[in-house]
């Protein structure tokens, strides 16, 4: 580990490895992360909208249940259909919006810069899924507590999948197990272990897998379909990137070798 990493400064002007952080150096990072300050800012103001406009406890609790038991099925089909898609590569518009949202990251998932999403594409998505939820339950202030809400899943969401590509084996069983299908998902094979912090979706679509033994390594694991001869006829991405797609991440040492940080069950 660099010098850098081991001293409390942590941002270096380019980019966190999360593959070099431990998790003291993970929470400076997360909580000083300049996104998640806008959520917590995000939620802050949800939480005074939805007091001020109060629709009742009835509402209110219904509008949060509401939108705790959509966002996993949401972020599972567009994890699936939409990031994972090949359609938007393909297109001179929508292949920047592609390579930032998703590529990046599988090309090289311990990238702290491109793991969160940018509030330009997560925070009109998570307006899309919750508002209308909570209008329709209980008027502006169930609204206001749906997206607040919706907010912090996300939150949620991003210090878990933080905590998936860290270099830190997790105390607890549960997240171990959590962060060992998500690996898979990077390491093995991307077509399944779509969930963050809950593979219930999956389960029911099935998609989930629980080890290597179960299938066969993808050959796009980290291009998501990508690969040279795509980028031939695509060239968009390729341009952006400046180079040609990746088929493992930089440093790693072979195929059968564990991701950094991943621990005996990761």
């Known amino acids: 580990m660099s010098g850098t990493l081991r001293n409390s400064t942590i941002r270096s002007g380019r980019s966190f490895d999360l593959g070099k952080?431990?998790?003291r150096q993970l929470w400076v990072a997360y909580?000083?992360?300049p996104t998640i300050l806008l959520y917590f800012a995000l939620a802050l103001a949800s939480l005074i909208l939805a007091a001020r406009n109060f629709a009742g406890w009835g509402a209110t609790c219904a509008s949060i249940l509401a939108v705790v038991l959509i966002y996993p099925v949401v972020w599972y089909l567009l994890h699936r259909y939409v990031l994972h898609g090949q359609y938007l590569y393909k297109s001179r518009w929508t292949a920047a919006f592609w390579k930032r949202i998703h590529f990046d990251h599988h090309q090289d998932p311990h990238l702290l810069d491109v793991l969160f999403g940018a509030p330009s594409t997560t925070l009109p998505t998570i307006a899309v899924i919750t508002l209308p939820v909570g209008w329709m339950i209980g008027g502006p202030g169930a609204a206001a507590?749906?997206?607040?809400?919706?907010?912090v899943i996300t939150c949620v969401y991003e210090f878990f999948h933080c905590i998936q590509h860290l270099n830190y084996k997790p105390?607890?069983?549960?997240?171990?197990?959590?962060?060992?299908?998500?690996?898979l998902h990077h390491f093995h094979d991307e077509d399944g272990n779509f969930g963050i912090t809950s593979y219930v979706v999956d389960r029911a679509l099935g998609t989930y897998y629980v080890d290597a033994r179960a299938r066969t390594r993808?050959?796009?694991?980290?291009?998501?379909?990508?690969?040279v001869d795509e980028a031939k006829r695509y060239p968009w991405v390729m341009r952006l990137t400046g180079s040609a797609p990746k088929?493992?991440?930089?440093?790693?040492?072979?195929?059968?070798?564990?991701?950094?940080?991943?621990?005996?069950?990761?």
Do not use: C, E
């Open 171 to 183: 105390k607890a069983a549960w997240i171990q197990r959590m962060k060992a299908r998500h690996v």
């Open 31 to 33: 909580l000083t992360y």
């Open 247 to 266: 088929d493992r991440p930089d440093g790693a040492r072979g195929d059968s070798d564990a991701p950094r940080g991943a621990g005996k069950h990761a």
């Open 21 to 23: 952080m431990n998790l």
């Open 145 to 151: 507590t749906a997206f607040g809400t919706g907010v």
């Open 218 to 227: 993808s050959p796009s694991v980290f291009n998501l379909g990508y690969n």
